[in-house]
């Protein structure tokens, strides 16, 4: 089958990384960031570089990732099940996700559209929600500013106790599907009121 045009479209997903092998190449400030939320997400993760910031060699220092301080090289890829490439080098960029593409591994390619098949996203956590925001590269600072315009109008935590409680409720009722948003809809503009 061959290759299909790109689209302007992405499929968006949310991947539990938890206990799986993750490569990032690159530790410097922006690697440094991607680093700690993979960590937070549980992934195993792989640092190659030939340079760390304090931040990184920390986590390695403390058992928290692998860092391996030296030039990346393709076998790298090889177990991965996901790749950051988030160096200063266009070539290593290029590199680290044609070889990641190779093995049908999915790859970001920090500040570097063209080369990645994944993109990160500006990000809302709320105890169990998740919105990410995307711009598929084109404008990252752009949505950050509607991640900040979301996370002020996005309602209190104790929301998601009392949607939790109805969504129990529903299920113990045996409430449709297609008659359970109405009433959460009516149930917090109560609450708001």
């Known amino acids: 089958m061959p290759d299909a045009p790109p689209s302007p479209y992405l ?32 992934a195993r993760v792989r ?8 931040a990184v060699a920390k986590l390695a220092a403390d058992g928290r990732i692998a860092l391996s301080l030296r030039a990346f090289e393709e ?3 090889d177990g991965a099940w996901f790749v950051v490439a988030a160096t200063a080098d266009p070539d290593v960029q290029a590199r680290a996700c044609a070889r990641a593409d190779r093995a049908r591994v999915f790859a970001l390619a920090v500040d570097d559209p063209p ?58 009722e045996g409430t449709p599907m297609t008659s359970r948003f109405a009433e959460l809809v009516r149930a917090f503009k109560t609450r708001a009121g």
């Not at 499929?11 to 991607?34: I, W």
């Open 47 to 54: 640092v190659v570089a030939r340079e760390a910031t304090s």
């Open 75 to 77: 076998a790298d890829v």
């Open 115 to 172: 080369n990645g098949t994944a993109y990160s996203a500006s990000v809302i956590r709320r105890g169990p929600l998740t919105i990410a925001i995307s711009s598929t590269g084109e404008a990252p600072a752009l949505a950050r500013l509607l991640r900040e315009v979301l996370e002020q109008a996005l309602p209190a935590d104790d929301w998601v106790e009392a949607a939790r409680a109805l969504r129990e409720k529903w299920k113990a």
């Open 11 to 42: 499929l968006p997903l949310f991947l539990r990384l938890a206990g799986k092998e993750v490569l990032v190449v690159g530790a410097g400030t922006v690697a440094e960031r991607k680093i700690q939320d993979l960590v937070d997400s549980g």
